[in-house]
């Protein structure tokens, strides 16, 4: 188990049930765009929803594939492309009418057709990619935006405006209840 939080680290620590049944397990405290894994040494990586924060994500698949053995198991989920698609359109026509241009307010996200060729550039010869929507309903944006948060799902691009003014923000949550309310 690997995360960047020491604290989740040593509460997955923690929580392991030690019976002798489960496979072997380390924790790892670490960052998936530098990986501390040794070269051909894991028969399985799994990444549960957090290759859509990286940087360089087909950095961070090549180190994947490099820690796995040959024949090695990768199996990744991650926000897609159309994730939050709603909330996009609100906030980029609300910069644009508020303040001339656009600063991402959301890391962008891979597009489903473009998986399978970012894995195929990492090395992996067998990718596969299936995709599963849910469609989720708010009330509003503001609602949506407090459950992201809640979530930790923020924007980590290092290039961006850090700051939202109140004006855009309130526009960008009258266009979304206007157009996807």
Known sequence: MMDMSADMVKKWRESEN???????????????????????SQDLIIS???LHWTNDLPGAMIQCRLALQP???????????EAL?????????AQMER???????????A??????NLLTRAG????????????????????????LRAMGET???????PVLKRDTALATAAIYQSMFG
């Open 85 to 93: 698609k709603e909330l996009r359109i609100s906030c980029t026509v």
């Open 18 to 40: 030690a019976t002798g049944d489960e496979p072997e397990t380390h924790f790892v405290v670490g960052d998936e765009e530098f990986l501390p894994i040794k070269e051909s």
């Open 71 to 81: 024949d090695g198991l990768f199996l990744a989920a991650i926000l897609g492309g």
């Open 155 to 161: 924007n980590a691009l290092f290039q961006r405006n």
């Open 99 to 109: 303040e001339g241009g656009i600063s991402p307010r959301m890391s962008p996200l």
């Open 124 to 147: 992996f010869t067998l990718p596969g990619v299936d995709v599963d929507q849910y469609t989720v309903k708010y009330n509003n944006a503001l609602e949506l935006v407090e459950h």
């Open 111 to 116: 597009q489903v057709r473009d998986a399978g």
């Open 48 to 50: 549960c929803l957090g």
